[in-house]
T-cell receptor, first 115, second 118 residues
Framework: AQSVTQPDIHITVSEGASLELRCNYSYGATPYLFWYVQSPGQGLQLLLKYFSGDTLVQGIKGFEAEFKRSQSSFNLRKPSVHWSDAAEYFCAVRVYGGSQGNLIFGKGTKLSVKP | DGGITQSPKYLFRKEGQNVTLSCEQNLNHDAMYWYRQDPGQGLRLIYYSQIVNDFQKGDIAEGYSVSREKKESFPLTVTSAQKNPTAFYLC?????????????????FGAGSRLTVL
């Protein structure tokens, strides 16, 4: 069965430091890949998505992610973290033939930012 | 501004009661979805609807019911049969039902409703 793994439950970084959140998926072909961000008590906001083409995708708020087929990974990065980036981040995949819009979500990585 | 409105934001229920969570969108999206979120568990799909008067069960539909009488509305009822209903519920929508059109795969989420069973 398809699955998404976010190995880090909680990460703390200093403001201004770089960030990388890991995401690995299990699927035999290339899926559609997404990163969403959720502030406490709020809904999810799309940061970026990958469907095809250039494996490095740019998103909102200065985030980027790189798809690596050989590693089945889609890691999220940001060069310099701001205090407002503190939130929970979810990686999600949708596989070909899956029910419309049915995304498989990872369990999330909570990001804390130290001043 | 277009978006998804979920209400109420907080809801308390006694055991044995049914409750209905509202979800309204003005994005002119065809598809709508309900997800359940538990701490440390990610999101799990309850029900989805690709078109008015039609809906399908997701991964955890037991104890829930939905209706889709209007394109804009997709209410979720949490019935007394749901054994552990305390959770955060998220409604989402997308264009579609497309096939491989990329836009159809992007979900827009509401702000969520937190249900607590007393």
């Amino acid at each position: 069965a398809q699955s998404v793994t976010q190995p880090d439950i909680h990460i703390t970084v200093s403001e201004g430091a770089s960030l990388e959140l890991r995401c690995n998926y299990s699927y035999g072909a290339t899926p559609y890949l997404f990163w969403y961000v959720q502030s406490p008590g709020q809904g999810l906001q799309l940061l970026l998505k990958y469907f095809s083409g250039d494996t490095l995708v740019q998103g909102i708020k200065g985030f980027e992610a790189e798809f690596k087929r050989s590693q089945s990974s889609f890691n999220l990065r940001k060069p310099s973290v701001h205090w407002s980036d503190a939130a929970e981040y979810f990686c999600a995949v949708r596989v070909y033939g899956g029910s419309q819009g049915n995304l498989i979500f990872g369990k999330g990585t909570k990001l804390s930012v130290k001043p | 501004d277009g978006g998804i409105t979920q209400s109420p934001k907080y809801l308390f229920r006694k055991e044995g009661q049914n409750v209905t969570l509202s979800c309204e969108q003005n994005l002119n999206h065809d598809a709508m979805y309900w997800y359940r979120q538990d701490p440390g568990q990610g999101l799990r799909l309850i029900y989805y609807s690709q078109i008015v008067n039609d809906f399908q069960k997701g991964d955890i539909a037991e104890g829930y019911s939905v209706s889709r009488e209007k394109k804009e509305s997709f209410p979720l009822t949490v019935t007394s049969a749901q054994k552990n209903p305390t959770a955060f519920y998220l409604c989402a929508s997308s264009i579609g039902p497309g096939q491989l059109f990329s836009g159809a795969n992007v979900l827009t989420f509401g702000a969520g409703s937190r249900l607590t069973v007393l």
